[in-house]
């Protein structure tokens, strides 16, 4: 834990590197994943770079990668994985393998063996795709063609003889009306009425757009008939399928023809020429010709698709691994791409390096020159000081990563800076549990945790999605957060809205079967560990009347206390850094007035909710109670107030109406609270009723040197006294250190030239004040809204019980005491709202509610988040990366 605390050491190394070894050198130290390098060529545009060829190169080879993998995901072939990424990169005998080299390969001749692979197997399947797409256009002429004919052949031997009987008889009604009519008239007519005909296919989305224009363009002077195609066609371009349908358009003038024939072609509809469908046997003829080049058009098709199919179940078999292999070259030589060559044969490189892994670095490189029998010796050194801003590097495992990336989603720790991430860890957790406390809830959420750990091994090497890949990467989160859950229900006795008598209650009704409004009696003295339920609150709570206004109060005041705890210790964290990086100016003018603001006013409000908790009320309001001497409630062991040196006692008095208090007062019977009380600490209680905590703190600030209900003695001066702490440390923050830094300033600039007095103007007194304003503005008022924002966790836990209470009584007491069949109805209904809205709204509601908690009212106590995240050279991220 203490190396997750703070990030990484880092130091800034210098390699000098032969350029002969500079591959094998890049490719070990790909492995390691401990140095990230620093662009030495920064003028240099990437087409100006020494490598760029062999990036290109690159390139295009994961440009027919990528063709590769679309053709076989055409064909619904998954890519067969390459194993595990370590394996791979440990192996270099498979890597030969799989491009079919032997013997040692150097990085050009691994690219070369590569490209002549792979241009092969391109030009194979692009000239199989290109034949493809030829053969199925052919295919799809013929069958339309065949559609075309029958639907067709059809249409003349149903439609056209009921359409011409039709005809006939308007032309014997036309007869009847015109006398003069002859019979060469009635045969000219018969000539007249002959139409002219167009067939085709289009597609059947564009059906009604097509039949539509055509009457617009002909003005209704045509007709057209559509018959659907059953079998879909197939696109030879894309392979999708369409649905389409055979069209017969029937007109009488040349300019309509050409008309429809444009229509068609801005359709992308296909014509087709028919015979005279009067000619019965030459429409069979043609029918059965068609048939039969269909049939071996579809035989040549099938063996076409057989063979790219074939063909691309090999390259399914290799294309992930040839993928590693191009990407590793290719961050080989986009690295060497930011080496400078100072001299000739030589390169050189800089970059950062976790300390610990500076001896693995320079025995990688050791180690590729002596392979490579070079006489030129390597170099691997330190630079001395001054560096850049190292970046950031934590080591992480399976349970930190996912809470690291929490934060870092949030911005990156500034080096040596005081990881949030390790309290995170903790925290997050437990507040999500305090928000969602419910035995029941909080358990399906932490087995589906332990479901995600149960099958961890398989999802690390299963390629997820973007939300099962989250999910995967935050099982131990949610985990946790199930646990916690189940903790905080355990706490509050919630399980389902219900409360479980898992110790005995320690209440108890004078009945077996208590009526509404019934009181419970205690099953021991108040204060007596018998009368304390071991563990959580009592179940008799559940039920109680005053049950909201009881669980309101203890959710409340546990909000509070968590959330100025976690913002106290925040401050004090920023402290730490400041003690590590020896900023005396931070932690004396600003730690320490936070500290002192926080302590006087925030950390006194808990102080006083742990008085409040700890005190015997019962005992000190007795004190102050007038008590008949003769009745039974005289001697209660209730009493247990000091008074002159006696504990418990009761004393009897004389004189007054009779009545007593404990320790002896003389009751009159208008007696004020102040007279009867023992302990005298002030105000109007003076100790012996129960404070409102809220009027309290309030009275702080509004009424100094007033305390109404005091609960110890000289609580009035006490306050005085924080709040003159309080308010003497805003004026420390807020002024002394801008006063300190601009006396060193001065002090600077008259140390130097006139001319350096414009770059000291920058550090001006005006702008250190602003900006140490705005710091103190922030924590003052920050610390205020901050502890109202910690109130979310008493509000979505109130929330939360609340909901499934209305979810149990309204789904399913509501329906326990009428039939089977309403009560099957009414747990369907509570294990769908429960599902819906407590398991997954609600978690997800909880979940970004304790988000908000760390990273705004947490981390800006101490955080600066503007680090530089260590992007090293790591191969296995590379292909991890490519992978996912």
């Known amino acids: 834990m203490a190396r997750w605390f703070r990030s990484e050491h880092m130091e800034y190394i210098s390699l000098i590197v032969n350029e002969d070894a500079a591959h094998d050198c890049l490719a070990d130290l790909g492995k390691l994943s401990a140095i990230q390098f620093t662009d030495l060529n920064p003028d240099l545009t990437p087409f100006q770079r020494r490598y760029v060829s062999y990036v290109r190169r690159c390139d295009e080879l994961e440009r027919k990668l990528r063709f590769f993998a679309n053709e076989c995901d055409n064909f619904g072939l998954n890519l067969e994985t390459a194993g595990d990424i370590e394996t791979f990169l440990e192996s270099p005998a498979s890597v030969r393998a799989s491009v079919g080299a032997k013997g040692e390969t150097s990085g050009t001749q691994l690219l070369e063996s590569l490209e002549v692979e792979l241009e092969g197997y391109e030009s194979q399947l692009k000239e199989l795709n290109a034949y493809s797409e030829k053969l199925t256009r052919e295919y799809n002429e013929k069958v339309e063609l065949q559609e075309v004919l029958e639907k067709a052949r059809r249409f003349f031997m149903t439609d056209a003889p009921r359409l011409a009987v039709s005809e006939l008889s308007s032309g014997r009604k036309g007869a009847n009306q015109g006398l003069l009519a002859g019979a060469h008239d009635a045969e000219a007519r018969d000539m007249d009425m002959r139409f002219s005909s167009i067939t085709g296919v289009v597609s059947t989305e564009e059906k009604v757009r097509f039949e539509r224009m055509i009457f617009r ?390 102080v006083l909710i742990f008085m409040k908790w700890s005190i015997n009320w019962n005992s000190r309001m007795l004190s102050a109670t007038c008590i008949d001497p003769a009745s039974d409630g005289w001697g209660s062991e209730d009493y247990q107030e000091t008074v002159n040196g006696q504990t418990g006692v009761w004393v009897e008095c004389n004189g007054g109406d009779g009545t007593c208090t404990p320790w002896g007062y003389a009751c009159e019977g208008n007696d004020a609270l102040v007279d009867k009380c023992p302990l005298d600490f002030g105000g109007s209680g003076d100790g012996c009723q129960p404070p409102n905590l809220i009027t309290t703190l309030i009275n702080i600030a509004l009424a100094p040197g007033s305390v109404d209900e005091p609960m110890y003695e000289g609580q009035a001066s006490m306050q005085n006294l924080l709040l003159a702490i309080a308010g003497i440390s805003v004026p420390v923050l807020l002024l002394a250190k801008p006063y300190i830094l601009s006396q060193q300033h001065s002090s600077h600039a008259h140390s130097h030239d006139e001319d350096d007095e414009g770059d000291d103007e920058e550090h001006g007194f005006g702008e250190i004040i602003i900006h140490q304003a705005i710091e103190t503005i922030e924590f003052v008022l920050g610390m205020v809204s901050n502890t109202a924002s910690y109130l979310r966790l008493w509000a979505l836990s109130l929330a939360h019980s609340e909901l499934a209470t209305v979810f149990w009584e309204k789904a399913m007491l509501s329906t326990l005491n009428m039939n089977w069949f309403a009560t099957f109805i009414g747990y369907g209904v509570f294990a769908g709202t429960t599902f819906g809205v407590l398991l997954m709204m609600d978690v997800l509601e909880c979940f970004l509610h304790a988000l908000r908690l760390h990273w705004v009212e947490f981390q800006n106590k101490f955080f600066a988040a503007d680090g530089v995240r260590f992007a090293p050279y790591s191969f296995k991220q590379i292909l991890a990366d490519a992978s996912g």
Request: with cysteine; net charge negative; aromatic share 16%.
């Open 217 to 606: 363009a002909t003005r209704g002077n045509c007709y057209v008939r559509f018959a659907p195609i059953k079998q879909p066609i197939t696109d030879p371009e894309t392979g999708s399928l369409i649905e389409k349908c055979v069209f017969i358009v029937f007109f009488k003038s040349l300019a309509i023809e050409t008309k429809l024939k444009k229509i068609c072609d801005a359709f992308f509809a296909h014509r087709y020429s028919l015979p005279d469908m009067d000619d019965a046997p030459s429409v069979d003829r043609m029918l059965t010709e068609n048939a039969q080049e269909l049939v071996d058009s579809r035989t040549v098709l099938l063996k076409n698709q057989d063979t790219r199919f074939r063909l691309c179940q090999m390259l399914a078999q290799h294309t992930e691994r040839w993928t590693w292999i191009v990407l590793r070259e290719k961050a080989v030589y986009h690295t060497l791409n930011m080496f400078k060559a100072d001299v000739s044969g030589m390169l050189r490189g800089e970059g950062w390096v976790i300390s610990e892994s500076f001896e693995d670095i320079r025995v990688s490189v050791n180690r590729a020159h002596s392979d490579m029998d070079s006489n030129m010796p390597s170099h691997v050194d330190q630079v001395p000081k001054p560096w850049p801003t190292p970046p950031t590097h934590f080591t992480t495992n399976k349970f930190t990563y996912g809470y690291q990336e929490f934060v870092n989603t949030y911005g990156i720790p500034r080096y040596r800076e005081a990881n949030p991430a390790l309290f995170t860890a903790a925290t997050f957790p437990f507040l999500f549990g305090v928000m969602y406390g419910d035995i029941g809830h909080g358990l399906f959420l932490f087995c589906a945790g332990l479901y995600l750990l149960w099958n961890e091994d398989k999802n690390d090497k299963a390629k997820l999605d973007e939300m099962t890949g989250g999910l995967h990467m935050g099982r131990y989160m949610i985990t946790m957060m199930g646990f916690f859950a189940v903790y905080a229900g355990l706490v509050y006795n919630d399980c389902f809205s219900l409360g479980l008598n898992l110790f005995g209650s320690r209440w108890v009704f004078g009945s077996d079967e208590p009526e509404e409004g019934e009181v419970a009696e205690m099953t021991g003295q108040y204060g007596d560990g018998d009368s304390v339920y071991p563990f959580g609150l009592d179940p008799m709570w559940h039920i109680a009347s005053n049950e909201l206004l009881f669980f309101n109060s203890f959710k409340m005041k546990l909000s509070v206390i968590f959330g100025i705890f976690q913002m106290f210790f925040g401050t004090c964290l920023k402290g730490v850094n400041a003690i590590y990086f020896g900023k005396k100016l931070d932690l004396f003018f600003e730690v320490v007035p936070m500290v002192c603001f926080a302590v006087s006013l925030f950390m006194y409000m808990v």
